[in-house]
T-cell receptor
């Protein structure tokens, strides 16, 4: 199975400051169809996960443009340009290239 | 508006069975792969199973193979997960999600507790 790792696992942030989460996969996430299936999800306390980014860098509808995704191959990053209070929660990367699709352990973002 | 509503959760004894359902609306259900994803209490996320648009292809994570069966009824816009031989480690919130590789929409989840 593809192992997804994230760092840091805990990220205390100052409101208005940038934040960055790293995600690495144990093998390339380029699928046989040429797409790189790396997604980012946000899970606020008590809520279902919500997808923010798909295929590395595509922002979902309604997702604020302060969220951005980048990376390639096995190394990916989620960036929040200026953290707001509503961004508190756990962020997961997930690979959809190789079954079983797998998630990272999650990065807990909270306010300092 | 896309809506996914899970039902069927509850308390079940080890070795028991349960059937989860997911009612989909707001999109052409038969056009999409569908998935079940679970989250044990206080833990991370795990893709359990997915099913192709016409039901001809199904995938299962190893830990549930032979025990869980995913199915769909495109005439009723419904996704199901039949869970047999349940174990304590199956205790989790089970989410229904649209598509497989992308999981772009999720339901609110239904809690399964396996305990004697």
């Amino acid at each position: 199975d593809v192992v997804m790792t994230q760092s840091p696992l805990s990220l205390p942030v100052t409101l208005g400051q940038p934040a960055s989460i790293s995600c690495r996969s144990s093998q390339s996430l380029v699928s046989s169809d040429g797409n790189t299936y790396l997604n980012w999800f946000q899970q606020r306390p008590g809520q279902s996960p919500r997808r923010l980014i798909y295929k590395v860098s595509n922002r979902d509808s309604g997702v604020p443009d302060r969220f951005s995704g980048s990376g390639s191959g096995t190394d990916f990053t989620l960036k929040i340009s200026r953290v707001e209070a509503e961004d508190v929660g756990v962020y997961y990367c997930m690979q959809g290239a190789h079954w079983p699709f797998t998630f990272g352990p999650g990065t807990k973002v909270d306010v300092k | 508006e896309v809506q996914l509503v899970e039902s069927g959760g509850g308390l079940v004894q080890p070795g028991g069975s349960l059937r989860l359902s997911c009612a989909a609306s707001g999109f052409p259900f038969s056009d999409y792969w569908m998935s079940w994803v679970r989250q044990a209490p206080g833990k991370g996320l795990e893709c359990v199973a997915n099913i192709k648009q016409d039901g001809s292809e199904k995938n299962y994570v190893d830990s549930v193979k032979g025990r869980f069966t995913i199915s769909r009824d495109n005439t009723k816009n419904s996704l199901s997960l039949q869970m047999n031989s349940l174990r304590a480690e199956d205790t989790a919130v089970y989410y229904c999600a649209r598509t497989a590789r992308g999981l772009e929409y999720w339901g609110q989840g239904t809690l399964i507790t396996v305990s004697s």
